[in-house]
Nanobody, 118 residues
Framework: VQLQASGGGLVQAGGSLKLNCKAPRMILSTFSGNRMGWYRQAPGKEREMVATITSLGTTDYADSVKERFTISRDNGKRSVFLQMNSLKPEDTADYYC??????????WGRGTLVTVSS
């Protein structure tokens, strides 16, 4: 299973970015049943959960990004998105797309780097 993440880049503090993760080769029914999420890892730090969304659309966010980030999904496009607003320098990290299947199998995409300048 290949997860393709994109949308990272360099942005000034207070700016916005939208990350996109696609799973073009995943069977639609499988994708629809997955819990999808975004995680991030900053230099010298452990990977942490940013946001997740279940197959029913229930979302969960890290406290540090609540009210600023929004996760959404489009099952027809086999895609999950992360809209990031009011970005802060501490949001700088590699962002990873994650899929947890109904069989509890984990899949990770390659990271997309987000750099927020002060």
């Amino acid at each position: 299973v290949q997860l393709q993440a994109s949308g990272g880049g360099l942005v000034q503090a207070g700016g916005s970015l939208k990350l996109n993760c696609k799973a073009p080769r995943m069977i639609l029914s499988t994708f629809s049943g997955n819990r999808m999420g975004w995680y991030r890892q900053a230099p010298g730090k452990e990977r942490e959960m940013v946001a997740t969304i279940t197959s029913l659309g229930t979302t969960d966010y890290a406290d540090s990004v609540k009210e600023r980030f929004t996760i959404s999904r489009d099952n027809g496009k086999r895609s999950v998105f992360l809209q990031m607003n009011s970005l802060k320098p501490e949001d700088t990290a590699d962002y990873y797309c994650h899929a947890l299947t109904t069989r509890n199998l984990d899949y990770w995409g390659r990271g997309t780097l987000v750099t927020v300048s002060s």
